[in-house]
């Protein structure tokens, strides 16, 4: 029996628009882990969620599940957890993020069209990956050395729009691409915001060569 375990610590916990980003996908996974937005951010909070059979199994052959760790159980991080979980219910958040998700991507990949740099812009809910390249047809990344995705992220994080570069998504070197992840309670105004600041960081960073 193969198992499937699911890496989610980014992508999961509401991010793309589902609680577990796979469900998109109809996949259930055995093992899931999961992270990062599970306590907003406000304190680090990680769990590793499993189907009661590998419990079971793994209790039957050590006589309990080993999950003791120095800050297992952390009182503070699982308040902050359980605190952001109910407010992601009430405001039934992330089914904002399912329905605006798709719309915001569209509104990135128009605003940023005119770049011929920009080669995809992709994505689900509210975690949205622009890919830049020196040939939109071929899709030939920029030379590693010229660090475009951290120029960009640079210029936006000092117009006060903080995205996530990221490269090496080409060969495990060469490759350019942004994330930009904003809040699950974002308002209309600030997606706008996003929108214009990300596009101005991108076309004042390639203008300068």
Request: proline residues 3%.
């Amino acid at each position: 029996q193969v198992l499937v375990i699911a890496d989610e610590v980014m992508c999961g916990a509401g991010r793309c628009g589902t609680w577990r980003a796979l469900e998109h996908d109809g996949v259930v996974p055995d093992v899931i882990a999961v992270g990062k937005g599970l306590a907003g951010g406000y304190i680090p909070l990680a769990a590793t969620i499993f189907r009661r059979e590998i419990g079971d199994t793994i209790v039957a052959a050590q006589g309990t599940v080993l999950t003791g760790h120095t800050y297992s159980g952390h009182t503070a991080a699982c308040a902050a957890g359980l605190a952001v979980q109910r407010i992601i219910e009430r405001e039934s958040l992330i089914a904002r993020v399912r329905e605006r998700g798709e719309s915001l991507r569209r509104e990135l990949q128009a605003a940023l069209a005119r770049f011929a740099e920009v080669g995809d812009v992709r994505g689900r809910g509210y975690l949205i990956g622009i890919e830049l390249v020196r040939d939109r047809a071929s899709r030939e990344p920029f030379p590693a050395e010229r660090a475009l995705s951290q120029a960009i992220g640079r210029r936006a994080f000092e117009e006060g729009l903080i995205c996530y570069p990221c490269a090496g998504n080409v060969g495990g070197v060469r490759g350019d691409t942004l994330i930009v992840a904003p809040p699950f309670n974002a308002s209309e105004a600030e997606l706008a915001e996003l929108i214009e600041k990300l596009s101005g960081a991108i076309g004042r960073t390639l203008a300068e060569g």
